[in-house]
């Protein structure tokens, strides 16, 4: 496991645009990340994963075109860029971290989370 910190959530308007970071406090280079989010109400969802070695990248349906998941290993910080942003994008979002494998979209399947970080798109 490690630990990881979100942070750059915020409040915008519809349209705008946040880049969410997560910083880890030990390396992860050996670890498939991945970004989440869970709106008030709503089930804890998938949004977007990135590959150990940064090759593969996975998005939810809901965001795909709006939002960019990538990583820099040598600072064991992985990022979401997250545009067009729409007040459904409204939720707190989570960076995660497993050493395993199977379906980069399966919540049960990662191991480390950070404390989340809320974004608020208004209208």
């Known amino acids: 496991q490690v630990q990881l910190v979100e942070s750059g959530g915020g409040l915008v308007q519809t349209g705008g645009s946040l880049r969410l970071s997560c910083a880890a406090s030990g390396r992860t280079s050996s670890y498939t990340m991945g970004w989440f989010r869970q709106a008030p109400g709503k089930e804890r969802e998938f949004v977007a994963a990135i590959t150990r070695n940064g090759g593969s990248q996975y998005y939810a349906e809901s965001v795909k075109g709006r939002c960019t998941i990538s990583r820099d290993n040598a600072k064991n910080t992985v990022y979401l860029q997250m545009n067009s942003l729409k007040p459904e994008d409204t939720a707190v979002y989570y960076c995660?971290?497993?050493?395993?494998?199977?379906?980069?979209?399966?919540?049960?399947?990662?191991?480390?989370w950070g404390q989340g970080t809320q974004v608020t798109v208004s209208s």
């Open positions: 995660a971290a497993r050493g395993g494998f199977g379906e980069v979209g399966a919540i049960n399947s990662y191991d480390s």
